[in-house]
């Protein structure tokens, strides 16, 4: 049974009216476009503005994810919902985190992620529903975004969830608001009133893709699932990432051919990790176990073989 809807008091500076731009329909195109262009700046600035947060929030969730099976998880509603889920399923194309260790949910399911349905966001006893269906647990981060940060959906889903000792991170663009209090790593985005009045999709929603975006990254970074700058735990497969997979495997090891390359990716199935340690003598197990022991990291893993010459 959902809660009553409660009204949202006080007015939230995404919520406020900017008077500024009362005549905008009135106005050029070229007009219309500068604004709406430095409001979008305005998102970025308001991202570097959080950079501190953001730094720990990655911190703290790399050492929660490191060594244990844990979930990251990333809920919201409506916009910033699908923009959640939108930066968790390229997580495994980009990084091969696992299905089982990715959790993305969206207020409504799947069915919202494509049409607004009505209410759901309110809707606070499913939130707990889906925390408890899910397991939510210790080994857990959850990452929760709601540019009101009054979202009562996605405030449950925080609230219950560190009750249940998950790591908890709030997303949102107005201070002082309940789910940045719920949150063990607050993250304010400060894009203030849009443009066009209450539309969060904008400004609020470029500076969430913007934070999502820098905060997986670098999870993905401080979780050993690059090397430098490339992508050597890439999962995502087809003839352009193939030709990639043979460059990626070459950055890491200058001195291989273009045939050794193709040999090594294919005893690794095209892992690139794993074909690195095969074109430095370790066997397809030798190298598994050698990633496993090292929690991943290739760099320590190739320094490894190396002090064993």
Known sequence: MR?????????????????TFSDLDQRSNSDILTNLLDSQQRAVDAVRQADTQLCDAVGASAERLLGADGRLVMVGAGASGRIAVQDGAELWP??????????CVMAGGKDALVNSIEGVE??????????????????DVVIAVAASGRSPWTCQWLTESSSRGALCIGVASNAGTPLLAAAHYPVFLDTGPEVLAGSTRMAAGTAQ????????????IR???????LMVDMGARNIKLDERRIRLLQGVLPDVSDAVARDCLSQAQGWIKLAALIARGDTPDAGKRRLASHQGSLRA????ISNQS
């Open 3 to 19: 809660d009553s809807v409660k009204p949202y008091a006080p007015l939230v500076a995404t919520e406020t009216i900017d008077r």
């Open 223 to 229: 979780l050993n699932r690059t090397y430098g700058n």
């Open 94 to 103: 980009t990084f091969s985190w696992p299905h089982e260790r990715l959790l």
């Open 209 to 220: 893709k913007i934070a999502l975006n820098l905060f997986s990254t670098m999870l993905m």
């Open 122 to 139: 309110d809707d606070t006893a499913d939130a707990s529903t889906q925390v408890a269906l899910h397991t939510i647990k210790e080994q």
């Open 301 to 304: 893993s190739l320094f490894a």
